[in-house]
Nanobody
């Protein structure tokens, strides 16, 4: 089995910072790409940031210059440093990973999500 577990969400004031973490565990041979998505109330889930196996990253236009995605491949973790947070960043943030398991399956896995609320 494979699990992704997010942590680090919470309540923060506008202009503040949070760091989200996501730990992958289980029967994993290799993690190819990892990313963060978010879903605000009444809206569809959207890409926030993604880290590819070649080290490249991409970001939603709305978070460029404010958010930074990073990975620790040895620990099977991905992080999202969020600075200069705005009320519109309020959402449930989900981690995902495209990975290969020990039984040879390559597929996308999702975490359960961590809530981020930006409010004064």
């Amino acid at each position: 089995q494979v699990q992704l577990v997010e942590s680090g969400g919470g309540l923060v004031q506008p202009g503040g910072s949070l760091r989200l973490s996501c730990a992958a565990s289980g029967s994993i041979v290799r993690i190819h790409a990892m990313g963060w998505y978010r879903q605000a109330p009444g809206k569809e889930r959207e890409l926030v940031a993604r880290s590819e196996s070649d080290g490249s990253t991409n970001y939603a236009d709305s978070v460029k210059g404010r958010f930074t995605i990073s990975r620790d491949n040895a620990k099977k973790m991905v992080y999202l440093q969020m600075n200069s947070l705005k009320p519109e960043d309020t959402a449930v943030y989900y981690c995902n990973a495209y990975l290969t398991t020990t039984w040879g399956s390559s597929q996308l896995y999702w975490g359960q999500g961590t809530r981020v609320t930006v409010s004064s």
